[in-house]
């Protein structure tokens, strides 16, 4: 158990250091030089370094400071302390690291500074660290409003690039909306890989098959829970116990999954949902790991 769990806490490290350095650089080789913003808190920073001409290093960690407070209640004191050495780290990198500016390229600088900036946050987020405290705040403003933690986030940065575009002109304002949303993608795409989970329930009177399938042929793990179908409008005192499979497989093998089941029952009622993290179970493991 002692060699596992240093196992992942060098992994978190060797993320967060990772997620770290490609943040820094996206900063300071693409938006940075060339007076773009992102979303949240290190929009705000950004914004701020245009209007004041204050480095920008120092105000990703001053802003970001009120936010791991919050993240201290909201969360836990590790949580926070972790997410502190990383902005500080961070902002260590923007200063003292002398990154290259790539392009002058609106274009590029949009695109690739949100993707190398996604993929930075998203490396740190997957070592348990945050960049960016804008999620906190909407964590702790969600108490208080009837708003998801999305729709917060979402008017927070409406705001933040309306003031941009004040200040900073129209085009500016657009080009880093682009910024932004290359970089939340990217965020997603990072975090939740290329093989995001869905969850499939199947209900059919062929239960029996369809769990043999499923198990021998296709070799995924299933979850049996006991149910009733039946209830229709005309014989609603009519009903049958059923077994209700529920799987977890890849979104590239839902399709296949389907042609199985409708192969062995065309009626069978099948419904998917999005799984954002899945671990452990009958898992089949990623492409590529050992």
């Known amino acids: 158990m002692k060699t596992q769990h240093l196992t992942h806490w060098i992994t978190d490290i060797v993320y967060t250091l990772s997620g770290i350095l490609i943040s820094a650089f ?45 993240g201290a209640y909201q969360m836990n004191r590790t949580f926070a302390i972790k997410t502190m ?108 890989g290329l093989e995001e989970y869905t969850g499939v329930t199947i209900i059919s009177g062929q239960s029996d098959i369809i769990k043999q399938v499923l198990v021998m042929d296709l070799g995924r793990g299933i979850t049996v829970y006991k149910g009733e179908r039946g209830f229709l409008k005309d014989s609603f005192d009519v009903s049958h116990p059923v077994d209700i499979i529920y799987t977890v497989v890849t979104r590239m093998e839902v399709r296949r999954l389907r042609n199985k089941i409708h192969e062995i029952d065309e009626k069978a009622f099948v419904f998917t949902s999005s799984i954002k993290e899945a671990a452990g179970g009958v898992l089949k493991r990623r492409a590529g790991s050992h």
């Open 26 to 70: 996206a900063l300071k080789s693409f938006l940075v030089p060339n007076h773009f913003l992102d979303g949240g808190v290190t929009g705000i920073s950004l914004l701020l370094h245009e209007i004041y001409h204050v480095d920008s290093a120092y105000l990703i960690v001053l802003i970001n400071i009120p936010f791991v407070i919050m």
């Open 85 to 192: 050495l990383s902005i500080v780290c961070l902002g260590a990198c923007m200063l003292l690291i002398p990154f290259p500016q790539i392009t002058s390229d609106k274009l590029l600088v949009a695109v690739f500074g949100g993707v190398f900036l996604g993929v930075g946050v998203g490396l740190a987020m997957r070592g348990g660290g945050v960049l960016d405290g804008s999620e906190i705040l909407a964590l702790y403003t969600g108490r208080y409003l009837s708003l998801s933690i999305s729709e917060i986030i979402f008017v927070f940065n409406i705001v933040l690039f309306l003031i941009a575009a004040i200040h900073m002109g129209l085009v500016i304002a657009l080009y880093s909306i682009l910024t932004y949303y290359a970089a939340s993608r990217t965020i997603s795409f990072v975090i939740e």
